[in-house]
Every structure is written in C-alpha cells, then in structure tokens.
T-cell receptor, first 109, second 114 residues
Framework: GQNIDQPTEMTATEGAIVQINCTYQ??????LFWYQQHAGEAPTFLSY????GLEEKGRFSSFLSRSKGYSYLLLKELQMKDSASYLC??????????FGAGTTVTVRA | IAGITQAPTSQILAAGRRMTLRCTQD?????MYWYRQDLGLGLRLIHY???????GKGEVPDGYSVSRANTDDFPLTLASAVPSQTSVYFC?????????????FGPGTRLTVL
C-alpha cells in the first residue's frame, strides 16, 4: 500500500510563512501534487512536481526530493483566505493518486 | 463553465436502500474517478474509469459499483447502503489516465446512512 504522512494541523500569523512537509512511500512514483481544500468545498489543484527541485507559483512554492521521498509546500505572505486544508497526493506506478490525510492550516490575524 | 457537477448535494439514506450518486463532466476528459473523504483518512479511491466503456477498482471498492456508458457521465451506485458508507463523495476527472494530467474535482455529495 501507499504511505503518505503530513502534519495534522499548523497555525500561523497573517503575513508569515508556513511550510507543510509531506513524506511518502509508494509503489512507483509518477509525480506529487498539492491540493487546497476549503471547508465544505472540493479540492483544487495547487502544484505538481515530478522532478527534484523547487516549483514556484506566486506566493506558493513546492519542493520535491525523490531520493528522500519528501516534499514540502511553502506558503508565503499568508492571508486569511489561506486558512484551509492542504492535501499531499502521490501518483504511483499505476498512475493512481494516493492522498495524505491533509494538513489544516489556520491563519490568525 | 460547469466543469464537473455532482448530484445530489447531500442525502440522508436509510440503511439497506439503493442509491446512485451522479457525476457529469463537460470537459471531454477521458478519465474519471470516485473518491470518498473521511475525517482523518483523506481521500480514498473507490473506482475509476480510464475511458468510456472501461472501469477499474480502487482502494475501497466493496459495496460500490460504477458504469461508464459515455465520456461525460460516471454514476456511483450503492446497492445496499450501510452506515459505514456515510462520507463525503467526490467525483474527479482528468484529460487522460497514465499521464501527468491533473485531476479536477466536483463539489462533492455528502451522504449520511442511518
């Protein structure tokens, strides 16, 4: 089976930076995704990494190290609207997505 | 822009009843997926379809069935609902399975089985 771990909860202050770590052990690897999910809503795509290194998209960046089975999502200049769950998902050797349980980020004023 | 629609939005169902959750996408995506999301467990794949006419089992397929008669629709049926099937169900689609395509999610159906 797949094993994807991420912290359950994180709290940060508006304007700060938060880093959400994700470690994984999967049967094969075909990319890692980060999704954002606001309470009561559908997950929405944030980022995709398939090669080692950092992908930057505005205030959000995602990093991948395949040899370490490790990724992080970096949220900069936090805004209240960033309060949400962040889901780490790995595409395995059969091209199926396996999701972590999600990290709930609370942004405080 | 509709994307993916799901119906109903929410449903309360008596145990033992049959229920079909509907999912329709207008993006002409080849691949479609059904997930359930439970607190503390994350999203788990129930069934998937790589293209119209084909389906496959995911991580938690027991008690569920799907069909894919055409590109747009991917209904999920609970033949005889049980309380452990209380969950939020998300349908998703991607342009093609077996590629780097991103999955896009519908708004979800919240199902309660009593």
């Amino acid at each position: 089976g797949q094993n994807i771990d991420q912290p359950t909860e994180m709290t940060a202050t508006e304007g700060a930076i938060v880093q959400i770590n994700c470690t994984y052990q999967t049967s094969g690897f075909n990319g890692l995704f980060w999704y954002q999910q606001h309470a009561g809503e559908a997950p929405t795509f944030l980022s995709y990494n398939v090669l080692d290194g950092l992908e930057e998209k505005g205030r959000f960046s995602s990093f991948l190290s395949r040899s370490k089975g490790y990724s992080y999502l970096l949220l900069k200049e936090l805004q209240m609207k960033d309060s949400a769950s962040y889901l780490c998902a790995v595409r395995d050797g059969d091209y199926k997505l396996s999701f972590g349980a999600g990290t709930t980020v609370t942004v405080r004023a | 822009i509709a994307g993916i629609t799901q119906a109903p939005t929410s449903q309360i169902l008596a145990a033992g009843r049959r229920m079909t959750l509907r999912c329709t996408q207008d993006m002409r995506h080849n691949a479609m997926y059904w997930y359930r999301q439970d607190l503390g467990l994350g999203l788990r794949l129930i069934h998937y379809s790589n293209t119209a006419g084909t389906t496959g089992k995911g991580e938690v397929p027991d008690g569920y069935s799907v069909s894919r008669a055409n590109t747009d629709d991917f209904p999920l049926t609970l033949a005889s609902a049980v309380p452990s099937q209380t969950s939020v169900y998300f349908c998703a689609s991607s342009e093609a399975a077996g590629s780097t395509d991103t999955q896009y999610f519908g708004p979800g159906t919240r199902l309660t089985v009593l």
